[in-house]
């Protein structure tokens, strides 16, 4: 298995301008959660989903922010519009039967919002 | 906010063990301790994790205190590719949320 797969890895875009950040968790899997990363606020937990349903998104920042999960193979988190305090690293994870089970995480995206 | 405390840095001599320790004081009966790493410029991985009894798989140990108040993660022979934040996590099996504290900065050096 490749393990979980995140697209694109690196993107740098203008404020105001919208960004999609894509994952594919890994085959079998049937939770998926969407994790941030910057230095002042460590790694943070925005969305979880399992069966392709959201259960916990209190971890969204805003409005701006937006997760869909159409199919068990793929999701997508939004941002629009994106503001340069988004920038950070985005990690997507999958694991087996909820959030108790590990947890394999992506490679990460790293957003630049200018 | 995280149930954990971990000292910020440590160093390690290669070849030797590294214990990396975690005090999670407020523990409930149903919660586990995680153990997680990341090493630069990736994704955080699994090492481990245990309840009350000590556990020990292909990666590292897991030493947790009869009052499960703290924890040890032991790395017997540490490499170079060690070097990584370890973050020590406490959760039950039905919260949701994997909150990572700043973690340990472990440093092996040859």
């Known amino acids: 298995d490749a393990g979980v797969i995140q697209s694109p890895r690196h993107e740098v875009t203008e404020m105001g301008q919208e960004v999609t950040l894509r994952c594919k968790p890994i085959?079998?899997?049937?939770?998926l959660f969407w994790y941030r990363q910057t230095m002042m606020r460590g790694l943070e937990l925005l969305i979880y989903f399992n069966n392709n349903v959201p259960i916990d998104d209190s971890g969204m920042p805003e409005d701006r922010f937006s997760a869909k999960m159409p199919n068990a193979s793929f999701s997508t988190l939004k941002i629009q519009p994106s503001e340069p305090r988004d920038s950070a690293v985005y990690f997507c994870?999958?694991?087996?039967?909820?959030?108790?089970?590990?947890?394999?995480f992506g490679p990460g995206t790293r957003l630049t919002v200018l | 906010d995280a149930k954990t405390t971990q000292p910020p840095s440590m160093d390690c001599a290669e070849g030797r063990a590294a214990n990396l320790p975690c005090n999670h004081s407020?523990?409930?009966?149903?919660?586990?301790v995680y153990w997680y790493r990341q090493i630069h410029s990736q994704g955080p991985q699994y090492i481990i994790h245990?309840?009350?009894n000590n556990e020990t798989n292909e990666m590292a140990s897991l030493i947790i205190t009869e009052d499960r108040k703290s924890s040890t993660l032991i790395l017997p022979h540490a490499t170079l590719r060690d070097t990584a934040v370890y973050y020590c996590i406490v959760r039950d099996n039905y919260g949701q949320n994997f909150v990572f504290g700043p973690g340990t900065r472990l440093s092996v050096l040859p």
């Open positions: 407020t523990i409930s009966g149903n919660e586990y």
């Open positions: 085959s079998g899997h049937n939770s």
């Open positions: 994870a999958s694991s087996l039967r909820g959030a108790a089970n590990e947890q394999f």
């Open positions: 245990g309840l009350k």
